[in-house]
């Protein structure tokens, strides 16, 4: 009887079937089909979202700790993470191959042709132009870690033949992965004009903006690698680029700069007359004519806890630590004076003696606005509140200086004066300044975003403006086109204050200079000094070195009564103890090593030099 009932249910399906051919046809309401996707623009473009947010950069977006390792600062956070300060550069250092991810793109690809059937010619071709986009910034972002890395367009599906040798792609000459991602994008940036006018999906400039940059790291490769007294390289050309194909690539990065800067859709930010807040401002309005392409935050749907982690102690937010990521001394005297002068400041005189100051902040009157702009140094503000910043009291005793802090932040000396300021800095603590200087860059002041039920939204800008001048000056000047060049800096320095044309005479050292303090903490000092080849020199591992050392500047105030100094500042330059080990960068971080793994799966890639 049981089984009669189940024939009975199965022999009424059937019949239902065919007195009603679509019941059997009808779409699952859990599952969308490729057909439904690759029809929808909605549903199109949230996959392209998600394929956005996977852009890869050195450490992700807003990476508090990955910057501590590799810009011009340290961690000030919490001490069980301080080998964030005491790493050495490993062999896997920067290694990125994310062929998931390129796998991803191709299958798209080849999907949109297969199953798209009602939307225009003109849509395809626009979502085919980004998918095209992410993957040469994928194997940009792959070559310049790894060198040239297995080129692959197409899907590679197994046969079950039990052979997979025809699945094993050996690398590309470094060469040929610049070549192909330029192109791709000389290919697409016609057919991304629809876009134009967006900052957060690709279009025809953001395509430019990588030619940019991709083709003056090729340049740049191919010029100071061959410079060196033995040359990084494989037999294969896996690693290393011929010299002779620097300047086309110089020109090329050039033309792309070039077009942008001469486009009118986007230009220097420079809305706000002060131009220290100006700088600041730059990043953290949306919608900057600055910015060509971005990240995108929103508080109801993604957001980032930058501010959370690196806000100045006493202003943040929340109860729990701030103050992770806190500039170096090293990076603030990069920024130069505004009368032309170098940026060393001046704590001391020539006979060893301190330098009292009036004011706390009189120790950097004159400099770059794009100092105020990205660092917050003593007797500066930030919310409109005024950050408290004091390290100590100098007591003259005996014809010198001692230096006296407080166990304790805020608090008054016996003179009924501030000892020790709420925002510190103080030497081997955690969550505040072990520096002298906090993040000023990219920390929102928005309200709510230094606490975790909040956050901020600020955009993350994988390309702006800055970045493109001083692409086109780099690309110019290598070309001999001192003048062209020097122009690209002039406007840039111009911004921040300095008085028009006040470079006479440009150096590829002062181009260098530029990047850092323009683009600090953006993901590129890392990639600058291996491409120009000087990493190993920068980052020496001696601990007299001015560079693989951070350094700080602690400001106190002077306690001699009845002298003119009484009540003014003096700062004692120092070494933060929670640095304990210079940067170390060795000839093997210039390619990462490729995973062992991904050699036993394909035995046709060869290892990277030193590896």
Sequence with gaps: MRHLLIYSIIISFFLAGCNNEDWLERDPKNIITDEQLWNDPQ??????????????????????????????????????????????????????????????????????????????????????????????????????????????????????????????????????????????????????????????????????????????????????????????????????????????????????????????????????????????????????????????FELSLKVHRFSYDNIVRSITEDNEGSSMLTPSLNLVESFDYLDGNEGTLHDKNADGSYIPYENITDIFENKDGRLYGSVVYPGTTFKSVPVSMQAGVAVWEEGQYEFRVAPNLGGLYEDAALWTGFDGPQDNAQFVTNTGFYMRKFVSEASGASTRGVSAQNWWPWFRMGELYLNAAEAAFERGLEGEARGYVNAVRARAGFPENSITTLTMDIIRNERRVELAFEDHRFFDLKRWRIAHEIWDGSDNSEEAVVKGLFPYRVVRPGHEDHNKYIFNRMRPTRFRRARFFRFANYYSSIDPNVLNNNPTLVRNPFH
């Design 43 to 296: 549903l199109i473009q949230s996959l392209m979202a998600n394929y956005y947010d996977r852009l890869p950069s050195m450490h992700g977006v807003f990476n508090t700790g990955g910057m501590s390792e590799i810009d011009d600062a340290m961690w000030s956070g919490h001490f069980d993470e301080n080998w964030r300060n005491d790493f050495q550069f490993g062999d896997d250092y920067g290694r990125y191959w994310d062929y998931g991810f390129i796998r991803d793109i191709n299958l798209s690809l080849e999907n949109i042709d297969e199953y798209s059937v009602q939307l225009s010619d003109d849509q395809k071709n626009l979502y085919k132009a980004e998918l095209r986009f992410i993957r040469a910034f994928v194997y940009f972002e792959m070559v310049k870690r790894m060198g040239g890395v297995p080129l692959v367009t197409t899907q590679l599906i197994y046969d079950y033949s039990g052979d997979p040798a025809y699945l094993r792609v050996p690398r590309a000459k470094e060469y040929e992965i610049y070549d192909f991602i330029y192109s791709e994008l000389e290919t697409i940036k016609s057919d991304l004009e629809a876009n134009n006018g967006s900052q957060t999906r690709a279009n025809t400039y953001t395509a430019l903006a990588l030619e940019s940059r991709a083709m003056l790291y090729a340049g740049s490769l191919a010029k100071y690698n061959n410079l060196m007294s033995s040359p990084i390289m494989l037999p294969g050309g896996e690693v290393g680029i011929p010299a002779d194909k620097a300047d086309d690539y110089y020109q090329k990065s050039l033309v792309a700069s070039r077009t942008i800067l001469g486009s009118g859709s986007y230009a220097l930010y420079d809305e706000n007359p002060d131009k220290g807040a100006n700088f600041y401002e730059m990043l953290m309005n949306k919608g900057s004519r600055e910015v060509i392409f971005a990240k995108d």
